[in-house]
């Protein structure tokens, strides 16, 4: 796992794009606590403790930090662990008041036999291994369906599937860097005419090579001396230096490539400098899709396993559940306005039904239809019934001469 931190986050610049991107995003979502009773009804939790653990997770972190760290190594590694100590004595025992994202490629699972799979964790740093129980680490992780070893109770990182298209990512970028960087001359013409009285060429010696090859490395290397052909006087010879990154194809299966890694984030390419589809409307769409397709379920899934750990501290108060509120996502914002606009002329469906809907709490004053006064019914209205049979047929003249 640790490769996928240092030849992917570290190196390939894609990754880091598509890592940060994700995570940083997804650290701004606000979350919301609510208890559930028998009746279905929920009432919400505005300041209670359970949201104090995210928003102030430990004495050096904050929220956005805290869950940035958490996203990113979920993203690379497929797992991440949360270190949150137990309180044992005082009014908050068996409660949590701190939380600690661990290194995720140092984490360990210890079995605690085969029917208890995660009997604890264990941190390993160089020499150094530290135990935790169960309860105190809450482990979020990506479906892993290789069941060998107990490798099914780790996440699957999403680099471990694109790790080929990573070292072809990393090739390119290499290639391409040592391709302008070996480019300053694009080619020699050299003198093939100065030959000896029997035919064979003057042998330089060594000293004489040397400080030719000095001489040529300054004039030909470097990028001020990108493109240029340098000439001898005499018969002349040719000698390619290298072949461009076009030439090598570099460019377009770099592109390729970029595609392929962003489809396994499940975000659009376009995001990451993809020509194909760069209008205003797509770029606005596909904003949308990386937070339905990638941020949400990340959000979301967070919400899910933060509320699972947490339910034993706070089982003596209820039923209380953490979910994401995306509703000042300003990219999600379209689609509340179609829906503000389609509830507006929904007359049959009640006021506080509407508010359900918006994700506002209901209010029981507006338990009620509002239905708009200015539809009258025909029958009571002293009007000859044939003039709507006439304008029905003037309209079907209409569409028939527009098509």
């Avoid at 941020?295 to 559940?321: L, Q, V």
Wanted: charged content about 25%.
């Amino acid at each position: 796992m640790e490769e996928y931190i240092r030849q992917g986050y570290n190196y390939n610049f894609l990754i880091y794009s598509i890592v940060s991107f994700i995570a940083r995003k997804a650290s701004k979502v606000e979350y919301k606590a609510y208890r559930y009773t028998k009746g279905g009804q929920k009432e919400e939790l505005p300041e209670h403790p359970i949201l104090e653990s995210i928003y102030a997770p430990n004495s050096y972190q904050g929220k956005s930090e805290f869950l940035e760290q958490y996203h990113g190594f979920k993203l690379l590694t497929g797992n991440s662990y949360i270190y949150t100590p137990i309180l044992d004595s005082g009014i908050n025992r068996g409660k949590f008041t701190e939380m600690h994202v661990m290194p995720a490629h140092w984490v360990e699972i210890v079995s605690g036999g085969m029917f208890n799979p995660v009997g604890g964790y264990r941190l390993r740093y160089g020499d150094d291994v530290k135990p935790f129980d169960v309860d105190e680490v809450l482990h979020s992780k990506y479906a892993n369906y290789y069941y060998d070893n107990g490798e099914n109770l780790y996440g699957q990182s999403p680099i471990q599937a694109a790790w080929p298209l990573l070292q072809k990512s990393n090739s390119n970028i290499a290639a391409a860097k040592s391709s302008f960087d070996n480019k300053g001359a694009q080619g020699v013409l050299f003198d093939k005419s100065e030959v000896t009285s029997n035919g064979m060429r003057p042998q330089l010696t060594e000293e004489q090579f040397q400080k030719m090859q000095a001489r040529w490395d300054k004039k030909i290397r470097g990028p001020k001396n990108k493109g240029r052909i340098l000439m001898t006087a005499g018969d002349f010879g040719y000698i390619d230096l290298g072949m461009s990154p076009v030439d090598l194809a570099l460019i377009s299966d770099s592109q390729a490539t970029k595609r392929d890694i962003c489809d396994i984030f499940h975000v659009p390419s376009i995001l990451f400098n993809d020509p194909e589809g760069t209008t205003y409307n797509n770029q606005q769409e596909v904003r949308k899709r990386a937070w339905t397709d990638a941020i949400m379920p990340e959000c979301d899934h967070f919400a899910d396993e933060f509320t699972r750990h947490a339910k034993n501290a706070y089982k003596s108060e209820g039923d209380i559940w953490v979910v994401a509120d995306y509703s000042a996502i300003e990219e999600l914002q379209a689609d509340k306005r179609e829906m503000i606009e389609w509830l507006e002329r929904a007359w049959w469906i009640k006021g506080s039904k509407k508010q359900e809907i918006m994700g506002i709490e209901p209010d029981e004053e507006l338990d009620k239809y509002f239905i708009p006064m200015g539809l009258v019914p025909s029958d009571e209205l002293n009007i000859d019934p044939t003039i709507f049979e006439q304008a029905k047929e003037e309209n079907l003249d209409y569409f028939r001469k527009k098509n």
